[in-house]
């Protein structure tokens, strides 16, 4: 049995690999969890356990000392080309497993240009393009933000009196809480169409938004005009491990 695991900075999310190549359900935990949670009893029945860990070293340490001795464990890492992707930032190795293996996962689903959005503490938003010879996927970049929470947390630390924790969206707010909610969204919002149009020019195509990630439905609800174009896949990390595996074999 086949175990997908995805180590992000809050939470850890696992699911297993079904024989057909399906995802089971996605489960979840907080890193702090991990030793009380139900990925024990699922790892006890492992033959292979698939990693992306960008947590840093404590949870990694965590996770090793989890696993059965039975089992064949892998640390993904990025290459310069997997799964019919290439990859072309400046130095592919130094580029997040977890961008990584979202960015495969989305050119599986549809192979054709998209913007990759994984949402978490950190909010990455990643183009994904086709390469005109190969007719690969080619990954030609992204950005990274903060989070919608680091975000409000930030407002709420370093100025007095304000907090956004409780708001909500509204084209024009009219109290504080959703003034701070609205301007943070608005803040992912425009950094996601920006990276689209920016897309879109490059490669003369309109392309879907993938968003995956702890705060995705909400931004896909605030990304009202594209919103026929945006698919929210939760566990999109993990189907990339999946198909990484694959060329493990």
Sequence with gaps: MLIVIDAGNTRVKWAEVQKDGRLGAMQAVTNAGIKASTLVSALSQAEKVMIANVAGATTEQLLTEMMPEKAEVVFATPQAEACHVINQYEKSETLGIDRWAAVIAAWHMNKQPSIVVNAGTAITIDA?????????????????????????????GNTANLSGSAGIMHVFPKNTQDAIHTGCMNAVVGAVVLQMKQLEKHCAFLPKIVISGGDAVKIAEALTPQLKRVVVVEDLVLQGLALLEKETV
């Design 128 to 156: 994904l393009s086709k390469d005109k010879t190969t007719k690969k996927g080619a990954y030609i970049g992204g950005s990274i933000m903060p989070g919608l929470q680091p975000m409000l947390d930030a407002l709420s």
